[in-house]
């Protein structure tokens, strides 16, 4: 396309006060990354690729259902039962030709997620499930990806950027709001509590205003702030985040640490982990006829110096159980979360011939009670 063609299809926007020909040049180089094509994908998808973007990166494993239709308006009758990014992709290319689009017709996974991200600029999160949300959340804030975040159910929406950078720092992540996944079933999905078919347009199109801000350098971000609209009165509110102390310790420490959680089972709530409370924590440490095993990544702090334990990451635990000759084995990390997901492993591993445990509430409410007792 010469730059007659690219004046004409830009310049209702190249014309704008404080936006030009360099915000739309950065526009043209840059990489976005849409995390499903639904409800919020599918708007997101169609303002990026008309307001320029130069390569768009597509994940879902999904096809076209006759249900999608009342709000996934990429699509089309002809289209059910076809992939939905090859039917985006198909529609999206006759309204912008230039754009370079990379196809993922696969699921979102741990084990891609590292892959996929790296080879883009700004991540942009449609997906409709906790576990994907906290997967590339973990994985955008160790890639130091800026993320931007969309969410709707019934009749409200949200909005946020996540872990942008501002003032040479991250701004809050999603953590930072939702430290933990919700329990199975406090949270009802779209497919359970239903949605307004015009609502993922709505907020779609504000996580794709959020998204050229970030390119551009335009405008105020959503940054360290979660937007929420309702459809019934039109009410909205700015709920003001920061940064959690502790965020940190529930994020995996590294992608090799990544790659080995799993995000299904953290978000099910569904396996069964024997769990244990500080007291009887302490009397099987006394005791010592259990190996105490510290799950978090060999860096992290607070150093445990208290009592006697072996360290093994969550990552390497798999690789190294020859390690665990004791009968009854309790593992910790900082919070519960990745002990839990140490137990399930071991569980899995040694059946009924071990009794595994983890501690509840982690390290920190361990030495929450120590301090309480001094």
């Known amino acids: 396309m010469n730059n007659d063609q690219l004046y004409e299809r830009y310049q209702r926007q190249l014309i704008l006060k404080g936006f030009g020909a360099e915000a739309q040049q950065k526009l043209l180089s840059s990489s976005v990354l849409v995390i499903g094509a639904g409800g919020l994908g599918c708007p997101v998808l169609q303002y990026l690729v008309a307001a320029g973007v130069g390569s768009i990166g597509i994940v879902d494993d999904d096809v076209v259902a006759l249900s999608n239709l009342h709000r996934q308006v990429l699509y089309n009758v002809q289209m059910i039962g076809r992939s939905k990014v090859e039917c985006a992709v198909e529609v999206l290319q006759q309204s912008n030709p230039q754009v370079k689009f990379t196809v993922y017709n696969e699921r979102f996974t741990n084990k891609n997620a590292t892959a996929i991200l790296s080879a883009f600029d700004v991540v942009v999160d449609g997906s409709d499930n906790f576990a994907t949300r906290y997967l590339v959340n973990d994985a955008c804030v160790l890639l130091n990806k800026p993320l931007v975040y969309g969410a709707i159910s019934q009749y409200e ?25 919700p329990k199975e079933g406090e949270v009802l999905n779209c497919a359970e509590a239903g949605v307004l078919g015009v609502l993922p347009g709505i907020i779609g199109s504000m996580m794709a205003n959020e998204t050229i801000k970030l390119i551009t350098g335009t405008g105020v971000l959503l940054a360290n702030k979660l937007f929420t609209y309702n459809t019934l009165n039109n009410q909205t509110y700015e709920l003001e985040l920061s940064k959690q102390a502790d965020t940190a310790s529930l994020i995996p420490a590294s992608i090799q640490a990544l790659e080995q959680t799993d995000y299904e089972w953290l978000c099910s709530n569904s396996a069964t982990v024997n769990e244990i409370d500080v007291a009887v924590f302490n009397e ?37 159980t020859a390690w665990l000759t004791e009968d009854t084995i309790v593992v910790f990390c900082m919070s519960g979360k990745r002990s839990a997901q140490a137990a399930k492993q071991l569980n899995d ?26």
């Open 157 to 181: 929406g949200q909005v946020a950027v996540f872990n942008a950078e501002q003032n040479n720092e991250r701004t809050a992540n999603y953590r930072d709001i939702f430290p933990h996944p």
């Open 284 to 320: 099987m440490v006394v005791e010592g006829k259990a190996a105490i095993v510290d799950v978090r990544e060999k860096d992290e702090l607070p150093v445990v110096t208290e009592f006697s334990h072996m360290q093994i990451s969550l990552s390497q635990l798999q690789q190294h």
């Open 349 to 374: 591993l040694f059946g009924a011939s071990k009794k595994i445990y983890s501690l509840k509430g982690g390290i920190q409410q361990w030495i929450q009670q120590q301090k309480q007792t001094v």
